[in-house]
T-cell receptor, first 116, second 116 residues
């Protein structure tokens, strides 16, 4: 079974609107971390936001927030007030266990296009 | 500021030639990951190291790929002989293996490899 599933290959959003990018995960480990990365057309991978499995509150970083629904095993990324510079690929990833040296499992990504 | 560096950034070579890609992880990071990204397969984990020891290289074609860490400041990925299907972007990422769960992986800019 896939560890990380991103079901939206492509998404469009109007500038200044909010958009939600879906991510579901599969693990039996009670300790895990969830990460979102952005990959613009230039190719670099940029870390956006982290959510730990024991965190009680949803993570937020500026215009990014993570809608963490543990029972549903979902970790959706919400981008508020979209900007043209948000157009990029977005990857959801998970690391299992406490050890941060463990590998990441990445989803297939969602391509977001912000329309002026 | 600290960042992962990779050389070369671009490489064009002919089928059958040896290719060596280099990565300098962030100073103090003790885990290093090699990924390959293609349109068809997305991000694939090839190999990863902890404290210079290989932990998992099951994602790598063993007959032609090899990954090493000669020292803590250098990781190498070699392909010999290269084939057109190896054309991809190869990312190196480093991280700090610890019990602080929110430690993310830091990605290098990638090496874009084209095998003719």
């Amino acid at each position: 079974a896939q560890k990380i599933t991103q079901t939206q290959p492509g998404m469009f959003v109007q500038e200044k609107e909010a958009v939600t990018l879906d991510c579901t995960y599969d693990t039996s480990d009670p300790s895990y971390g969830l990460f979102w990365y952005k990959q613009p057309s230039s190719g670099e991978m940029i870390f956006l936001i982290y959510q730990g499995s024991y965190d009680q509150q949803n993570a937020t970083e500026g215009r990014y927030s993570l809608n963490f629904q543990k029972a549903r095993k979902s970790a959706n990324l919400v981008i508020s007030a979209s900007q043209l510079g948000d157009s990029a690929m977005y990857f959801c990833a998970m690391r299992e266990g406490w050890d941060t040296g463990n590998q990441f499992y990445f989803g297939t990504g969602t391509s977001l296009t912000v329309i002026p | 500021d600290a960042r992962v560096t990779q050389t070369p950034r671009h490489k064009v070579t002919e089928m059958g030639q040896e290719v060596t890609m280099r990565c300098q992880p962030i100073l103090g990071h003790n885990t290093v990951f090699w990924y390959r990204q293609t349109m068809m397969q997305g991000l694939e984990l090839l190999a990863y190291f902890r404290n210079r020891a290989p932990l998992d290289d099951s994602g790598m074609p063993k007959d032609r790929f090899s990954a090493e860490m000669p020292d803590a400041t250098l990781a190498t990925l070699k392909i010999q002989p290269s084939e057109p299907r190896d054309s991809a972007v190869y990312f190196c990422a480093s991280g700090l293996g610890s019990l602080v769960m929110n430690n993310e992986q830091f990605f290098g800019p990638g090496t874009r490899l084209t095998v003719l």
